[in-house]
């Protein structure tokens, strides 16, 4: 009978090394996929029996095949909807009414405008209040409700220089027409403005110097814009300049234009910003904006209005707050990523494609933001690659293939002492 007995031991050798193999295997199969976590085959052994007064060993047996939680290399992809985690954590998932987790961040947006993972399931975050804090209970991520509203321009900042021995204009400044306003100024700039309904109009500024450290500026628009004459010059407003000896604005403060009203828009005042008039002497304060040296005289302008925009972007930052970019230059925050976090992540219920449920063992998640409570931080545009080591993986396929053949010799040793015995009673 311990003949026999050595048989089923070396059988329950030969299963478990093939069950292992087939860990291994598996592993090595996953060395692509995208935030794959190797298992490790754990062995145990089977109830000893006694015999003759001598415990002996009834053989092995898998007992686990436990999950390696070590990070995977982080690459990047290019893609904005490509998210890695570094770190604990898992991303959050929307299935039915329940959630699943997942460490792949390969996602893409689908036709509806929701952020989701290859089997199409949304990925979960959550809303945020006008100071950028996440609120409330977790919501599917989605875009396609996402545009910005037109702003009216209320601001115009000019800064650079104004020549400064620039010639006297006989008669000063004509503001006429277009070419009379341009024959009679010594530089201008274009800048463009926003009405309330995001349509564009353009601001032409006419500098005319009128004496030493002192420059006239008409702002006029095509009066077309406003309701008049299209090719027409509508002058909207006149500011004066003054300038120190060492060329720093000392007049006016930032100058308000008079009320103007963009046909089919409603009246808007657009501030004219020069930078910070100063009496100080020449130490460098007060050159944040325009300023009047010798060459040439190269003002430009920037204004805080803009059109009305869609979505064309998007963008994840570390602590993973999702920031859209669209199409009219703006940006503007939108949703908060949520990440969770388990006692006993390694003991999550696999169901393929990289998702995992809770389990009895793992425990319930804990659920919050990126980069804070131990969760780890998001990586933007890249993936989490699987953390298999494909050098042990095949040195652990030659141990286990000895293994294989170790039980298998002992299975063909106990076969041959089972043969001498039937040909001693021959």
Sequence with gaps: MAIIGSLSIARSGLVATRDAMSVTANNIANVNTTAFKGSRPEFADLLSTIRGGVEVGLGTRLAAASQTPTQGNIESTGRSTDLAIEGNGFFVLGEGSGLVYSRAGDFRVDKEGFLVNLQGLRVQGFNLTSEGQAIGGLVDIGFAQFSTEAAATTRITLRNNLQSDAPLIP???????????????????????FDSLGQRHELTLFFTRTGPGAWDVNVGVDDGDTGGTSGDLNVLGTMSLTFDSSGALTGPDPTDLASVTFNGAAAQTITIDFGTPT???????????????????????????????????????????????????????????????????????SIGNQLFRESVSSGSPAIGKPDSSGLGRIISNSLERSNVDLAQEFIDLISLQRAFQANARVITTSDGLLTDLINIVR
């Design 279 to 349: 009496t100080a002497p020449d130490d460098g304060l007060g050159r944040d904006g325009v300023v009047q040296l010798a060459g040439s005289s190269n003002v430009a302008g920037t204004q805080n209005g803009f059109a009305a925009g869609d979505l064309q972007g998007i963008a994840f930052d570390t602590d993973g707050l999702l920031t859209g970019i669209f199409n009219n230059g703006q940006t503007r925050t939108l949703f908060q990523l949520a990440l969770a976090d388990f006692t006993a992540p390694d003991r999550l219920t």
């Design 171 to 193: 008669g000063g400044f004509d503001g006429t027409s277009f070419e009379s306003a341009n024959s009679t100024s010594n530089f201008t700039t274009t800048v463009p403005a």
